[in-house]
């Protein structure tokens, strides 16, 4: 039996599977950011009594939203929410469960799931970009999550996109798009967009689909800028790795195949001729599963390193 643990800035899964990665129960819980991590590992501590019962899982895997130091399971920081700085995760783990614990930043962990388990099975190099509230990247090269040299990672939101230091993540994540539709909507108050986010708990973002279904022609051109300035990012990524799949996930991929047919047409302007056609883009076929099926993973690999 294997614990994987998936911890965001919104949302805690917990879930046990075996060294295939399938998943065999599920916690999902949601995360209160006013209570920061000390709310978190208390939402851990309740609920793996009720998963594990007194069964000790072999290993555990975590995919943590934010920079992590992978070889020691200790929390660099974490963006969203406050109290994880230099927290050892991994040996609070091990106390709560007697397991061996790895722990890696989350992007890498889902690139990990859908390169072996989801869109980017039987690939490699597979490179893995999350579209959410930030934007991050991870790279699986011969079905191992590739680090660099310490602290290096793959940290595909801070690809600059100009002299200006204008980052990859200020205009593609969702935020960034949220905050070009609340821009729309200040000056068309009347438009499609406007009226569907119009009292909305959600980001402006998740309504982008929608409006796209509909024809509407300024998601569209949301849209397209949005697309036009992810493939310039990704180009950088193709020139460098050239990987032989890229997959797009996160939240602003819910948006779906125009976002993806939009990426693939603007990146191949980008390339030198020599790598044209572009790898393909794919969307993330694992969903609320990428992280939780890496971590099954990295889980998996830590029993067979014997790692203590």
Known sequence: MLLGIEIGGTKLQLVLGNEAAAIAERRRLTVNPALGAPGIRDQIQRALPELIGHRAPSAVGVGFGGPVDWRTGRIARSHQIEGWSEFDLAGWLRELTGAPVVV????????????????????????????GSGVGGGLVLGGRIYHGAPPGESELGHVRLDRDGTTLESRCSGWAVDRRIRELNSRKPDGLLARLSAGSVRGEASHLATALQQGDSDARRILDETAAELAFGLSHVTHLFHPAVIILGGGLAQVGEPLRAAVEAALNPWLMEVFRPSPPIRLATLAEDAVTTGALLLAASAVAEGIR
């Open 104 to 131: 890696d930043n989350d992007a890498n962990v889902a690139a990990l799931g859908e390169a072996s388990r989801g869109a980017g099975a039987g690939c490699d190099p597979v490179f893995y970009a999350t579209l």
